[in-house]
């Protein structure tokens, strides 16, 4: 996913990409569980926008710092793994000091 996502994309189709990776994965329609922004920029204060929703228009510049942290709940579990970006002209570096590696079964 974040070889996909760029400088340049609007943050509406961030999100559905998103959206679409998160499906391929868990085979459901994701939006059900991830009611809320996939993200958010990151500067002075933790949460700052841009907030990574499917109704913002938006588009990522280069050199911005962003988090994805997709999220599934259900009735009685909840699951969010947020990660920090840095915004290039072609693909998002990660900022964070470890990888995620999540195995859900």
């Not at 958010?40 to 990522?60: A, F, I, Q, T």
């Not at 915004?87 to 999540?102: D, I």
């Amino acid at each position: 996913l974040k070889a996909q996502i760029k400088a340049g994309m609007q943050i509406k189709d961030v999100c559905m990409l998103a959206e679409e990776k998160m499906s391929e994965r868990f085979g459901k329609d994701i939006a059900y569980f991830n009611f809320h922004s996939i993200g958010h920029g990151v500067g002075l204060e933790v949460h700052e926008y841009p907030l990574l929703r499917k109704d913002n228009d938006s588009k990522l510049r280069e050199n911005m710092v962003i988090t994805l942290e997709p999220a599934i709940y259900t009735k009685k579990y909840g699951m969010r793994v947020e990660s920090v970006f840095l915004v290039k002209k072609t693909k998002l570096k990660e900022l964070n000091a470890y990888a995620h590696v999540t195995e859900i079964s």
